[in-house]
């Protein structure tokens, strides 16, 4: 939109300034950081008087969330997607089409959780909607973005890139979108596990945004796109200042999130803030580099996964609790120090990710 108004009222030099792409990444960054940090106490204030008890706490979680974290209010993702989109809008550049199904994954997600959060609130329950509609809603809107990427930018899904190899791909052939499915699916609904101690899923997210923030940037470009052997895709470059949207308002809400949490994100900002990360990934057609840097949401999925299948095939757990996390609770360490480990892991895990591109 900034483009628009400069370019409308003929002003060349800060239009000049404003196209280039670093300058308005920046921007964007720091656009979606102050709206939380300036807004964010009145509207923790809003959300908290519609709710009454704060987020329903799960009663077979660990004991101590029952008394620690009792009262704090949820839905806190409505305050991340009102910083990303009012910094999306300003700063990405309109006639940058390929931003547009992100942004659309992004808010649609948003709205399923949203529900979801708002049934827990209601209810007075940790259960939410039924898992069978989430899922179902969150399929519908995973094949129409599939449907926008491959119809309007030609994007090939059945197309699966290797890390480490260069110019190796893999055909999918029909099993590339039941593969896109899980990517989207699964990325969304791992941020949303991870999210179960203060500060613990946005630091991530955070640090997932700014890997493939730098991927989209070489992705955008040509010549780096061509130098390090990853795909090309034109346009890629205006992905990089939704990502600093993203990171921004991580930043912001960490500052309300770091412990003891002040409000929760919820469904409302796990599920979108994965399913975006994850439609990202897809773009670019770098799935599995999405699963190395986003290990942590990776290893608290599978540990659900694991802990429920063990449990109805041999009536045994794995692990003390799951998710992972909970786990380590159980065998007595400090939420503080399982969350800064996991932040430690995270930045080890995006620099893994980050090798990838050289390393060909």
Known sequence: MILYILEYLNIPSLYNFFNYLTVRTGFALFTSFFFILLFGPALINKISSYQSIGQPIREDGPESHIIAKKGTPTMGGIIILLSIIGSILLW?????????????????????GFADDLSKVKNNSSKGISAKIRIFLQIIVSLIFIYWITKHHHIDIKLLSL????????????????FILIVILGSANAVNLTDGLDGLAIVPVMIVAATFAVICYLAGNIIFAEYLYINYLPGAGELTVLCAAIIGSALGFLWYN??????????TGSLSLGAALGSISILLKQEIVLAIVGGIFVAEAISVILQVSSFKLTGKRIFKMAPLHHHFEKNGLPESKIVIRFWIVAIILALIGLATLKIR
């Not at 547009?100 to 709205?111: A, D, K």
Request: hydrophobic share 60%; no cysteine; charged share 10%.
């Open 92 to 112: 990405v550049n309109p006639e940058s089409f390929i931003s547009w199904p992100v942004i659309f994954i992004l808010v649609s997600f948003g709205l399923i």
């Open 163 to 178: 890390p480490f190899l260069k110019d190796i791909f893999i055909n999918l052939g029909l099993f590339a979108v039941p």
């Open 258 to 267: 770091a412990p003891p949490a002040m409000v929760f994100m919820g469904d």
